[in-house]
Every structure is written in C-alpha cells, then in structure tokens.
C-alpha cells in the first residue's frame, strides 16, 4: 500500500522528482545534472534544483561532515579508531591540489570534478575557515548550475546519441 501510494506520488508531482535531483545534486553534482535532463525539467528548474542541492550539501558537509564521519566509523566498523583529517594514502593528490590551486581552485574544481563532500572535506583538512568555504563553493555552486543549464541542450543531444536517453 505504501508502495503504490509512493509511486502516485511520484507520477503524478514534480516536486518528488526535484527532491530526488536536490539529494542527487549534494552528493554528486553532475549526476544530479543529468538526472534534471533526464527528467525533462526546464532550464530555470534545473538551475534552482541543482543550486538548492549543492548548497545543501555543502552546508550539510560543513557543519555536519566530521559527526556524519565518525558515526560511520562507530556503526561499520565498531571499534574506537582515531580519526584523522587527512589519510596517508590520499594525502598526496590533496596537497597537490591544494598546493597548486589553493580555495578558489579547489572550489571551482568541486563541482564538475570532485563533489560537495570531497570539495568540502579537502578545504577542511587544510584549516580553511568555514565562511570563506561556503563563500567560495556558493559561488562556484552557481556558476557551474548555469554553466550546466546553458550546455544543457547538447548534453541531451549527446545522452540521447550514446543510447542513454530515447
């Protein structure tokens, strides 16, 4: 029964579609791009669904992504452990990163190639302040949600020519 209610819902209301793409876009932006253009929203919707996600997730993941971390770590793993800020085995591409980009390159580069969590969780790790970072991938949030839309007409052209979309 709840089922069946759930799937009405999802047929008939745009709103669950929107949902499913503001959750999509604050975990991984492009795909949550991709899922706009494939659920034929228009282009204005597309920018407020995928702005209102990547700023979920990445006020999300500032102010919550150490207690989300260290609650995955107690419930899969059941020990204590000590929790570092950056891993040795992934520190190198990070300070690469950091060290030749620095903020702004590692805000721009959040969206399209790292996401919300990822973008986040390396400006944390070098001590960025967390009002410089949302100032900075708010912004970076909005310029790749336009960038995104105006592109969005050969996306699904080349979707629709790869056999991803009819």
Known sequence: MILGVISVLLKKTIWFKCLSAVILSALKFVPGVLLCISLGLSTWEQILVT???G???IFFFTYFGIQLREWIHRKIFRR?????KVGTTSKNWKI???NKYGLMGAAFLTPPILSPPVGV???LSFGTPKDKLL????SSIIFWSFAFAFLKQPIFTF?????ILP
């Open 51 to 53: 702005i209102g996600g």
């Open 80 to 84: 204590k452990q000590t929790l570092t």
């Open 159 to 163: 979707l629709t020519w790869i056999g």
């Open 96 to 98: 690469r990163i950091w």
């Open 55 to 57: 700023i979920l997730g």
């Open 135 to 138: 100032l900075y991938m708010t």
């Open 121 to 123: 969780a390396l400006a």
